[in-house]
């Protein structure tokens, strides 16, 4: 980058690269636009349908009653407490989770994609665990660690630990043969072949799972709050559902999916900032 | 070549390595090869494709077991990695996350090496390769040819006594390839270390060697030796144009030849 000085502009070349500019941006424009109008045609939709009784109001709700209760939560707070601090309690449940399932799965699955032994011994287990549909352990965690954020806790964890598992294995079984072998030859023990080598190689295996997974924690801190808690997300969306309140239900839904979709976009930060070393997928036509 | 008394850098006898397939059949890669390198020599080895050429490397560099056989370095029978051995790969090997830097002194920190000291010699050899503007670059900013040099680099600064070289030019145009041969010889003269550099490019194989081993259809093993005696220092695009250049690389393309017209009649019974 500090090498490319640009070469004197010409005329033609100052045109051209600005009528590229300017298409280019047109057009980015032209997507927003038409990303904007599908959202307010569907809401628009719903909220006339709504108002003409053509879906029922009372099932389907309409958006200007969701707003009105996102409105109301955030000014007067919730029956639980403020709208932050369930919101706060789920994120707390779910990061939790998170980062117990992904550091779990990391160094398990590490191990046993370095360690041959270990993977033959833990294998079969591993499978047969994976096998279980582990949503329907929620319940069983709410008995075991009460309706605290333990059991939403646990429920985040066993549903992340899995595919950030599988994807570390899969990255630690992968690493590029050459580079360990180079790597042996340049003097590198087992121990740092382990932490030099295969643990970075695997980093782009593992980020891939870092985002499903987090959107699985929250799925986990979601439903266990649903089954039985004092505080969170979950509950409200189980509350707002008790008093047939569907307006509620809906609000609790578009503030879960603000919320994922914004620590994705800090996901996706960080990942960038750690995979520097990459080359940038998106190649600006070199 | 070989002083009396003096070990020999590389010694095989009787080599032999077979690999098991997936199907569960035995592979023999290499068979009963016996190959002496002595100390500061140049050897090249030239055989047909998959032949059995860089899992003779493996068997010198540690990084795999002869079946049979044994494989000598300076006298010292070999068990494990050699820290005295140098592998320069076919394939890219420099680490994509480290910088340029980094993957130079990669060697002589995993070898316990303080990182000041082992920067400075970083830097150094970087300078002598001709990168040392770029040490701050990744591999994927960089040519091919500019990666190849991040890689002798790499392998020199851990000052190889022997220095294992896999077609590490087979990837660069021809222009490159001839540069990198000059600096390779380069680089080489000052080290007093024993080179084996395979390769497919027998031009490549005589400018650089004092001699040129070719190698069997595979399961390869020694078929003829012969000893190029171009004066030195050499450089690739002059020592090309000496008659005794054409006259050696008749001669070892009439043995060659025939191995590999045995490689490409068997490839048409069964994939190679
Ligand atoms: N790890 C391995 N497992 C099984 N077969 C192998 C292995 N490495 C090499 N071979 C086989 O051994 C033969 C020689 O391979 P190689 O030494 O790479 O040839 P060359 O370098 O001369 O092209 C080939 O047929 C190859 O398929
Ligand atoms: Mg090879």
Redesign the pocket.
């Known amino acids: 980058m500090p090498l490319e000085t640009a070469p004197a502009p010409t005329p033609a070349t100052v045109t051209r690269t600005e009528v590229r500019e300017r298409a280019a941006r047109n057009r980015r424009l032209r997507v927003l636009g038409a990303r904007a109008g599908v959202l307010v045609a569907f809401l628009g939709l719903w909220e006339i349908c709504a108002r003409q009784k053509i879906i029922d109001p009372f099932n389907f709700s309409q958006p200007s009653r969701i707003w009105d209760q996102i409105w109301q939560w955030t000014t007067h707070g919730t029956a639980q407490g403020s709208l932050g601090e369930q919101i706060g309690y789920t994120l707390y449940e779910a990061l939790t989770g998170w980062v117990l399932g992904v550091v779990g799965g990391v160094l398990l699955g590490i191990a046993l994609g370095r360690i041959r032994f270990l993977a033959d011994v833990f294998g079969p287990y591993i499978k047969v665990l994976n096998a279980i549909p582990r949503i329907v352990l929620a319940p069983i965690f709410l008995i075991w660690f009460g309706l605290g954020p333990a059991s939403k806790v646990a429920s985040a964890v066993v549903l992340v630990f899995f595919p950030v598992f599988f994807n570390a294995f899969q990255g630690a079984r992968e690493v590029d043969r050459n580079l360990v072998a180079n790597a042996r030859i340049l003097g590198a023990g087992n121990r740092k072949v382990t932490l030099q080598v295969v643990i970075p190689a695997a980093t782009s295996w593992i980020f891939t799972s870092l985002h499903v997974s987090f959107g699985f924690a929250l799925i986990g801190a979601i439903v266990g709050e649903y089954i039985g808690a004092t505080k969170g997300l979950g509950l409200m969306v189980a509350a707002a559902q008790g008093t047939f309140n569907a307006a509620g239900v809906y609000a609790a839904m578009t503030i879960l999916a603000v919320v994922a979709l914004l620590t994705e976009g800090l996901l996706t930060f960080a990942e960038k900032r750690l995979f520097r070393w990459k080359p940038a997928d998106s190649g600006d036509g070199r | 070549m070989n002083l009396p008394g003096a070990a020999p850098a590389i010694e095989l006898t009787g080599a032999t390595k077979r690999?098991?397939?997936p199907s569960g059949t035995l592979?023999t890669?290499?068979r009963d090869l016996d190959l002496t390198v002595a100390p500061s020599e140049f050897v090249a080895v030239v055989?047909?494709?998959?032949?059995?050429?860089?899992?003779?490397l493996t068997l010198v560099s540690g990084l795999e077991e002869p079946t049979e056989g044994e494989v000598r370095v300076y006298g010292e029978h070999v068990a494990g990695i050699n820290p005295n051995v140098g592998f320069v790969f076919q394939q890219d090997a420099v680490f994509p996350w480290r910088t340029v830097l980094s993957n130079v002194t990669a060697g002589p920190r995993f070898r316990g090496v303080p990182a000041a000291e082992a920067r400075e010699k970083a830097r150094d050899w970087l300078a002598r390769v001709g990168l040392a503007a770029f040490e701050d670059r990744y591999p994927h900013q960089l040519s091919g040819g500019m990666r190849k040099r991040v890689a002798l680099a790499q392998t020199f600064v851990n000052d190889p006594r022997i220095l294992l070289m896999?077609e590490p030019f087979s990837a660069l145009d021809v222009q490159t390839r001839a540069l990198m041969s000059d600096q390779l010889l380069d680089l080489w003269a000052g080290t007093g270390s024993s080179v084996v550099f395979?390769t497919h490019d027998l031009d490549e194989a005589i400018a650089l060697a004092d001699r040129v081993v070719v190698?069997t259809a595979?399961p390869?093993t020694v078929k003829e030796i012969f000893t190029v005696d171009l004066p030195r220092p050499r450089t690739v695009e002059a020592v090309r144009l000496e008659p005794r250049f054409v006259e050696l690389y008749r001669e070892i393309w009439a043995s060659l030849g025939e191995e590999v017209r045995i490689t490409r009649e068997r490839g048409a019974g069964h994939a190679a």
């Open positions: 690999f098991r397939t592979h890669a290499v055989g047909p494709t998959g032949c059995g050429k860089s899992t003779t896999d395979v190698m595979g390869a």
